[in-house]
């Protein structure tokens, strides 16, 4: 048994496309997915950017707001998540602070979800 952190302190300050987050990976799979736990502290920021990969965030604690390319941001929170796929432009943002897990991956396919889970 092996133990690992992904505590604030073991994660990577991310500053690219104007950001203000730290980055804590959870998991990498062979087929290249990649699984890491998000803080953005107060007035945090995950600065506008080209989505490389498919890519799901679940927001763990707090609130923000999110948005597409259509730059029309929406509010997400605790219990909810977004999809953007590859090549989607997107950015994420918040006042009071927020948690988060990110997948990304080639392979990640949301719609599995939707029927399911949807938020109205």
Known sequence: MEFFSFAKEHGRTVTHYDSNFTLSRLAITESRTVISYMYLEENGLIGYHMAPVNQILYVVQGEGLVCGENKEHKRIQAGEAVFWTKGEWHETKTERGL???????????PELLANINARK
């Open 99 to 109: 948690t988060a897990i990110v997948i990304e991956g080639e392979t990640l396919n």
